[in-house]
C-alpha cells in the first residue's frame, strides 16, 4: 500500500510517517531527511537545495522530481509499499509522480491530508530539536529529552534547525498556503484524499488512520 502525506510544516507528516513505518513496514521517503543529508555530505544536490532550504522555499521540481525518481527505482521489496513525505508539493510534482509511478507500474492508494492551524504549527516547530548525531526528534514541551539538550537514543546534542525560527516558519506556512494547497485539490479530484485532523495527539492522529485502514 502507497501513501502521501500532505500538510503544512508542522502539521505531522514526520511523526505520523514513522510510527505508519514500523506498524505496517514500509518504505518511508522523506524530501526533507533525504535533502538534509545531501547538504550534510556536500554533494551537488545538496549544495543547489541549500539556498533554499534555509530561506523556507520550495526547491524546484527537477532538483526534487530527479531524486524521487531514483529512490522510487530502488525501493526494498520486503516492504510493504512507501510513503511519500514532503513530495509532491505541487500539481506540477503531483502529475510528474503519476507519470513516473505509471512507468514503474506503482499506484497511490492514499493521500492524507494533514490538516492544522497555523498557532499549532508555530508552537511545534519553535519547541522542535533534532539530534545532530541520529536526527532524532523532540520537542521542549511535547516530547522532551530525559537530559535536556541531550539525545535519548545516542547521548548527541540536541539542537535548533535553521529554519525553525518564526519569520522563516511563517514563510514557508505562507509558501504552502499557496504553492501546495492546489494539490489537494489535485488529489481530491482523484478520489483518493483522506482529510486528517492533526491539530491533536499523535496517538490521537494515527488512531484517524487506523479507523480509515479498518473501512477501507
Request: proline residues 3%; contains cysteine.
Amino acid at each position: 500500500m502507497n501513501f502521501v502525506l500532505l500538510g503544512a510544516p508542522g502539521a505531522g507528516k514526520g511523526t505520523q510517517a514513522e510510527i505508519m513505518k514500523a506498524r505496517l513496514n514500509l518504505e518511508h521517503l522523506s524530501t526533507g531527511d533525504i535533502l538534509r543529508a545531501e547538504m550534510k555530505a556536500g554533494s551537488e544536490l545538496g549544495k543547489k537545495a541549500k539556498q533554499f532550504v534555509e530561506s523556507g522555499s520550495l526547491v524546484p521540481d527537477d532538483l526534487i522530481i530527479s531524486m524521487i525518481k531514483a529512490k522510487l527505482q530502488d525501493l526494498d521489496s520486503s516492504k510493504n509499499g512507501f510513503i511519500l513525505d514532503g513530495f509532491p508539493r505541487t500539481v506540477a510534482q503531483s502529475e510528474a509522480l503519476d507519470k513516473m509511478l505509471g512507468e514503474l507500474d506503482m499506484k497511490i492508494d492514499y493521500v492524507l491530508y494533514f490538516d492544522v492551524d497555523w498557532e499549532v504549527v508555530k508552537e511545534r516547530l519553535l519547541g522542535r530539536r533534532v539530534c545532530r548525531q541520529c536526527g532524532a526528534i523532540y520537542h521542549i514541551k511535547n516530547k522532551p529529552p530525559k537530559v535536556e539538550g541531550r539525545c535519548d537514543i545516542c547521548g548527541g546534542e540536541l539542537y535548533q534547525r535553521k529554519d525553525d525560527t518564526e519569520e522563516v516558519i511563517k514563510n514557508r506556512f505562507e509558501v504552502y498556503k499557496e504553492q501546495t494547497a492546489p494539490v489537494v485539490d489535485f488529489y481530491k479530484t482523484k478520489g483518493i484524499l483522506k482529510a486528517i485532523d492533526s491539530n491533536v495527539s499523535a496517538e490521537d492522529t494515527y488512531r484517524q488512520i487506523e479507523e480509515l485502514l479498518k473501512n477501507r
